[in-house]
């Protein structure tokens, strides 16, 4: 990643009010953090909370299972990054994944665009797209729940 990216990054951050990004990408991880307080404590519980989709099937089902009832037997599937959410490969393009389809950790769920390159997005947990969370051609930030599986 070159520097002028990192800028393009911090220009993002302002004009859209982000105080936390964070990418990882073919073992290159940036994280840029502004302002000092509250948001380090509020920033890692959505890290927290994205390693068990991140972990494979079974990792978290323990303590999300503890919850309540039906809603918490539910795994999510959440943007690793800060970007814009799409469902399918291009506008004329069906979903990668819908309702009721079957998902394995390989399997490419959705599209960040972020800085104008397509990153594929993997469920990286296995089971049934019970839900689909994020609105597609919408902005999504690092965290957000794209997609439930049950």
Do not use: H, W
């Amino acid at each position: 990643m070159e520097l002028k990216d990192i800028k393009a990054i911090i220009d993002l951050m302002s004009k859209n009010d982000l105080s936390v990004f964070e990418m990882e990408k073919d073992g290159f991880r940036l994280k840029l953090q502004k302002g000092v307080g509250d948001q380090p404590a509020m920033a890692a519980p959505i890290v927290v909370s994205s390693t068990p989709a991140l972990a494979g099937p079974g990792a978290g089902a323990t303590g999300t299972e503890a919850g309540a009832g039906d809603a918490a037997a539910l795994k999510d599937i959440v943007a690793p990054m800060v970007g814009t959410f799409y469902r399918g490969g291009s506008p004329e393009a069906p979903p990668f994944v819908d309702v009721g389809k079957t998902v394995t950790e390989d399997s490419v769920v959705c599209i960040i665009e972020a800085m104008k390159v397509m990153n594929e997005i993997k469920a990286e947990t296995g089971g049934i797209i019970a839900e689909v969370v994020a609105e597609n051609g919408k902005p999504v930030q690092f965290g957000q729940v794209l997609f439930r599986v049950r």
